[in-house]
């Protein structure tokens, strides 16, 4: 062998060897799900389930976004708006805690069940990867390039681009979206721009400072500069637009078992003089306490899941707004301020001795889980960044959706929960001739019925990007994404994205081509992608299969779907709601009925169920009904009973006996394996 082959051999084997761990930092698949929210685990699980190849991305290294970090008391308004697999989700947490459904629960069971969803699909992670460029080849993107903000953990999959036929953007940020050069805005759009009321610009009541809470250093001199977190910022027109988005916050799981506490001790940084409106704020109304404050709404195994309440709270106000379209630097700056400001605002409330006694009683029972959160310090990962970017797209969801005045042909999911903004900022005002501070953005307007969500909403506009879809940064108003903004919606919405994602690869045409009544179609044949047989619900609103004999008042709010209906004659005449349904097969079914909470409700309520041949009586005792620790009503099982196919059985709810309230919501039929 000559001296020049000797020299070259060494380099051509290096080589060799070297291509195929060259080879292995690409990959391609059919889809690929960026970001391990809860929307991400559900699009990733229900793209596999679909027969395609699935790669899910998740910048850190939990999967579930908020619902696994600390928002466990959903935020939903109306059951009836959520199906398919986020319904399975919920029904695999009632598992686990001895219920049928269970929407209150604690971060790590939460993470657990995502975890086992990924497992049971065989759904390929990469955690610890970031977007860090995107390729496009005639509107479509072609690959994605990313970058690991830390060094892998001993066997950690790694890759530097990522191809796919489909993307899917599950992020709160809306980076992949806003990387492939999609339209979207950031902030609040004026009223005028879409005919809307909430938008812009709002001063409203809710989570505000009483009157005359005065907002400089030294009170009365406004030469001492004003206190910490007050915007010196003029207040715009109402209903005008801007670039604020609404406050952030932890949604924060603490603890009352003392085996299971940690202290809450003083943070970094510690400035006590930041949390001087809270004092102020309780000096002006003393009706202001524990609850009002922080409420601690109560988990299972004595955890809470805290929300911002009231005008001084977790809520970190005017500090989040650049944060949309910030760098990953940025960001993790504004998220460690606002983890600071909490641990220090729980310090305050805890050990300053200016703090009312009640309020610091109650503060003092809580800590750190030291089960939750363990490799992060006891503290959530996931800040709850409530809105980021929202994508303009092929259709923009507003407030008419809300309220029903404009409805979607193409649903591919629904909504229930109020319009619901956070403040935006915190500004001084003057009223009759005083100068004082106040909240500016709150809004909290509901009482209407579930609505459906346009598939195209979903998707960006034609031309833009053809194999890009965004069911969480997707296309809605501020006020009408404050609606729809719900953990149960967002897991929905991806398994809507996943079907037609599938659709797109299968006819091998563009999102915005895919034929809406297919997506629909499976969706309701195959709720969850396995072939198992739907459950039947049959709820007081449906169009046939009810019928009523006496007068029933119809209730509006609190139930299932639009209304529930009510009978509060403690059965002086005899009443009935009969349902009727069509089911897919002769078996066995579990039955369950859909209870509001209603106060004064009869001791028992007389279920007559009719099998097609003959009829029994079912009482079910006030007792039974257990709504405690659930968000609203639930379902209550009367028991497991053989049903015919088809229109043959019926079940009617009687005021037979009753000595309160009687309730008729809707009824469910859910096949025994």
Request: charged residues 20%.
């Amino acid at each position: 062998m000559s001296t020049f082959l000797k020299t070259l051999l060494p380099i051509f084997i290096l080589i060799c060897f070297a291509s195929p761990s060259r080879a292995q930092a690409i990959q391609t698949v059919d889809v690929c799900v960026y970001g391990g929210s809860s929307a991400g685990v559900m699009a990733a699980y229900s793209a596999k389930k679909l027969g395609k190849t699935v790669l899910l991305i998740e910048p850190g290294r939990r999967l579930g976004g908020l619902t696994s970090g600390g928002l466990g008391y959903t935020d939903i308004g109306n059951k009836y708006a959520i199906n398919g697999l986020a319904l399975d989700y919920y029904r695999r947490l009632g598992k686990h805690y001895g219920s049928f459904e269970q929407w209150v629960f604690e971060p790590g069971v939460a993470e657990k069940l995502f975890q086992e969803y990924i497992q049971r699909a065989n759904v390929p992670v990469l955690y610890n990867h970031r977007l860090a460029s995107v390729k496009k080849t005639g509107g479509a993107i072609q690959e994605i390039g990313l970058e690991t903000p830390s060094a892998p953990k001993p066997g950690e999959q790694t890759a530097q681009r990522v191809q796919a036929k489909i993307f899917i953007d599950a992020t709160y940020e809306g980076d992949l979206m806003a990387r492939a050069g999609v339209s979207y805005t950031v902030g609040r759009e004026a009223n005028s721009q879409y005919g809307e009321t909430y938008n812009g610009v709002q001063m409203l009541e809710k989570h505000q400072f009483a009157d005359g809470v005065d907002p400089y250093r030294l009170p009365g001199k406004p030469e001492s500069g004003l206190l910490w977190g007050i915007s010196p910022a003029a207040l715009a027109p109402k209903g005008s637009g801007d670039k604020m988005v609404q406050t952030y916050n932890f949604r924060l799981c603490l603890t009352s078992d003392p085996a299971n506490r940690i202290e809450i001790t003083q943070p970094e940084g510690y400035d006590a003089s930041r949390y001087e409106l809270l004092l102020r704020a309780l000096e002006k109304n003393p009706k202001l306490n524990f609850q009002t404050i922080l409420k601690p709404d109560r988990m299972p195994n004595n955890k809470t899941d805290i929300n911002n309440n009231g005008p001084f709270s977790t809520d970190m106000i005017g500090m989040n707004h650049d944060f949309p379209e910030a760098s990953y630097a940025r960001r993790a700056e504004i998220q460690r301020q606002h983890e600071l400001y909490t641990k220090g605002l729980l310090y305050f409330i805890g050990h300053d001795p200016r703090m009312r006694h009640d309020i610091q009683a109650e503060m003092l029972k809580l800590g750190y889980p030291k089960d939750e959160y363990t490799d992060t310090g006891n503290w959530s990962p996931q800040m709850y960044v409530r809105e980021a970017r929202r994508m303009v797209g092929a259709y923009v969801m507003t407030q008419a959706n809300c309220e029903g005045r404009e409805v979607v042909p193409d649903a591919v999911g629904m909504a229930a929960y109020t319009m619901d903004s956070h403040n935006c900022q915190r500004i001084v005002i003057e009223k009759n001739g005083v100068k004082m501070v106040k909240n500016e953005g709150d809004v909290q307007v509901g009482g209407f019925p579930p609505y459906p969500i346009a598939y195209r909403s979903l998707i960006p506009k034609a031309g833009e990007c053809s194999n890009l879809l965004v069911p969480v940064c997707l296309s809605a108003t501020h006020i009408a994404y404050g609606s729809i903004r719900m953990e149960p919606v967002f897991m929905v919405l991806a398994q809507s994205a996943a079907v037609a994602a599938s659709l797109a690869i299968d006819k091998k045409t563009g999102v915005q081509a895919v034929d809406v009544k297919a997506i629909q179609k499976i969706l309701q044949e195959n709720p969850l992608l396995d072939g198992s047989t739907p459950d039947v619900v049959l709820d007081n609103d449906a169009p046939s299969g009810v019928t009523r004999s006496g007068e029933w008042k119809e209730v509006n709010r609190g139930g299932y779907g639009r209304s529930f209906l009510l009978d509060d004659s403690k059965g002086a005449s005899a009443k009935s709601i009969r349902f009727s349904p069509i089911l897919p097969k002769n078996g066995q079914y579990d039955l369950y009925a859909y209870l509001p909470r209603q106060p004064d409700a009869s001791a028992q309520t007389t279920f007559l169920l009719n099998d097609g041949q003959k009829t029994q009586t079912v009482t079910l005792s006030r007792d039974k009904i257990q709504v405690a620790g659930q968000t609203s009503g639930t379902w209550v099982k009367i028991g497991t009973f053989p049903f015919p196919a088809g229109s043959k059985s019926y079940v009617e709810i009687s005021n037979q006996g009753a000595d309160g309230a009687v309730v008729a919501d809707a009824m469910q039929w859910v096949s025994v394996k």
